[in-house]
């Protein structure tokens, strides 16, 4: 499991490929008629992680990673990656033969509007589009005087002579005692906030996964099954699902509160819905346009909307609170034994980003209660670490050398998912490094103490964590933090701090506290910890007040620490965050990690 985590590029494909596949996907298109065809990196629940069936942008291109879209034309290819890919992307395709354009500056839509010719037909498969994107690639084709047209069946698929298997991993069910609520008073809730709409198309495979307390096994770093739900006020609840992936026992347990039926009949249950006249509301996240184009066909008008599961989900209950902090207890000591044998290894210049990787995944696994990992780890040495989602592979791995070695990693287990960064100093470090990490640190410690009224959003304190960081005229890229699920997605909305997040943080919910800095060619520094957010008592206060709660257990780097930057409040702070990571992990490891654990966590 480990070293697979790890192949090259050209071990997953690459370059090689690319022509091949390009002119067998143009012999389907002219088939079919078309000029071109849209291929998104999605499945049809538009998962971060999708399954090795649904990587049809790989196969095309070569790319492999988790954002993308290609539109091959007759005559020529784009890849359209934003800037965490720009480099992987142009190292993964043939240069050559696919253009290599940056989707934010100059996005899809309008590079097909200016590239398509009057009369052209450019194909796309409506379950891997949402109606949204395809009312946007329809807008731009009208514009060139062309048509976006669906097809019926994914010409890549045709081509795909050793395409994986649609994934048949068991459903388990996700016990009361970790789930803390039961699926009927689930179903009671999303009922209730259903509003005028008679009943929810459930498409985001993470909220069927926690509406009907269950768990699976068909991607990747997180534990879902690919289903799909309907949940209308009056009917039982219906979950689409492989019966390949029931046992007799799971099977039975669900349907005392649900009807079974086939994924290949949601289309015309769909249709069903509309000619009963029922008001239906479609995720604009992740429903797939093939179903509100089926409901419409049917004469109904689909309510397009955000799904009200995610916002339940998001607010974590007192059970999968207490889950996730002793997940985040149990992985502190994992983190601990592999900071200790880091310290004592990376110095003798043997340690590479994935030996790195792979001791850390072990430390992991003797829990005895690893699941998988919830994200491809980011090892990253000195200027790797300048690519905040960096991914080491077999062809970009190299040693930890002096300077700065940043980790970002995290594991599932049945009670909770971790997320955590730390940035570690390997020998001195220079004047700008230990000015720039102590920067990070204060917007660190800036979020974990913010306090805010009751109505606030991720938007409004994204500030806090740059303000340092500002004031030497430096930034980062990305959000601050994201939310995180409870044994579900280490990347859940629709909670968020960050420039687009609007969404008001309520009590329960858990986000990353995650700012940066990148020099790039050079060093690049990330501090991160999951916080919950709580309410807060504060004397004479005339508003409802929230804040955060750290759950994150691991010592924090202080040897690259400026102290002379960090005020009174800030020392203390992080003097008392470390006296209890060394209260709660120190039994819980070994003697001679517990000497480095001592030192590590000195107050400052």
């Not at 780890?377 to 940043?406: N, Q, T, W």
Request: with cysteine; aromatic share 8%.
């Amino acid at each position: 499991m480990l070293s697979s985590r790890f192949q090259s590029f050209s071990e997953t494909g690459g370059p090689a490929h690319v022509a091949e596949r390009l002119e067998l996907l143009r012999g389907e298109l002219a088939r079919g008629d078309l000029e071109g065809f849209l291929v998104p990196r999605a499945d049809r629940h538009q998962n971060e992680y999708v399954p090795p069936a649904e990587e049809r942008l790989a196969w095309l291109t070569g790319f492999s990673g988790s954002a993308g879209l290609a539109v091959a034309l007759t005559d020529k290819c784009a890849l359209f990656v934003d800037g965490r890919y720009t480099i992987q992307a142009a190292e993964q395709t043939d240069t050559r033969l696919v253009d290599i354009v940056h989707l934010i500056d100059n996005p899809p839509t309008k590079w097909l509007a200016q590239t398509i010719k009057s009369g052209d037909r450019i194909g796309y498969d409506p379950w891997l589009h949402t109606p949204d994107s395809v009312k946007r690639f329809s807008d731009a084709c009208k514009a060139a005087g062309a048509s976006l047209v669906a097809v019926e069946s994914n010409p890549i698929d045709a081509q795909w002579s050793d395409r994986p298997a649609e994934p048949l991993a068991p459903i388990v069910i996700h016990p009361r005692s970790l789930a803390g609520e039961s699926v009927a008073s689930k179903f009671a809730r999303v009922r209730k906030a259903l509003g005028d709409a008679d009943g929810v198309l459930v498409s985001d495979a993470h909220n069927v996964a926690w509406a009907f307390n269950i768990r699976g096994g068909d991607v990747a770093y997180t534990p879902l099954p690919l289903a799909f739900a309907y949940i209308g006020k009056q009917e039982k609840p219906t979950l689409f699902v492989d019966d390949g992936k029931l046992a007799p026992q799971v099977r039975k347990k669900l349907a005392e509160f649900s009807e079974l039926a086939a994924p290949e009949t949601l289309a015309s249950f769909v249709a069903d819905l509309a000619r009963a006249n029922q008001r239906v509301s479609f995720d604009n996240a992740t429903g797939p346009a093939a179903l509100t184009q089926a409901f419409e066909a049917a004469g109904g008008k689909p309510v397009v909307a955000a799904d009200p599961v995610s916002l339940l989900k998001a607010r974590k209950n007192a059970v999968e609170l207490a889950g996730m902090e002793a997940a985040h207890i149990r992985d502190g000591a994992a983190i601990v034994r592999f900071l200790a044998w880091f310290d004592a290894e990376a110095p003798k210049g043997k340690v590479t980003e994935i030996s790195a990787a792979t001791q850390l995944e072990k430390f992991r696994e003797a829990t005895g209660e690893l699941k998988d990992l919830s994200f491809p780890s980011i090892s990253a040495a000195s200027a790797h670490a300048a690519m905040p989602h960096y991914r080491v592979s077999e062809a970009s791995d190299v040693k930890v050398g002096r300077g700065f070695y940043l980790i970002d990693s995290g594991a599932q287990y049945r009670d909770g998912t971790t997320d955590i960064t730390r940035t570690i100093s390997v020998g001195a470090v220079s004047r700008d490094m230990r000015d720039k990490y102590t920067r990070v640190l204060k917007g660190h410690i800036a979020i974990a103490r913010a306090l805010f009224p009751v109505g606030v959003t991720g938007a409004q304190i994204d500030g806090f964590a740059r303000r340092a960081l500002w004031e030497a005229g430096v930034d980062y890229d990305h959000g601050t933090g994201h939310g995180v699920g409870a044994y579900l997605s280490v990347h859940e909305g629709p909670q968020r701090i960050a420039k687009t997040g609007t969404v008001a943080l309520e009590p329960g919910m858990i986000v990353s506290n995650e700012p940066g800095y990148y020099f790039i060619g050079k060093f690049g520094i990330r501090i991160e910890n999951l916080v919950v957010v709580e309410e807060k008592t504060i004397a004479g206060a005339e508003r409802k007040m929230l804040g955060f709660k750290t759950i994150t257990l691991a010592p924090i780097d202080t040897r690259a620490v400026e102290v002379g930057l960090l005020d009174d409040v800030e020392r203390r702070w992080l003097n008392a965050y470390h006296a209890q990571v060394r209260k709660t992990l120190a039994p819980l490891v070994d003697r001679a990690t517990r000497v480095w654990l001592t030192k590590a966590t000195k107050a400052i």
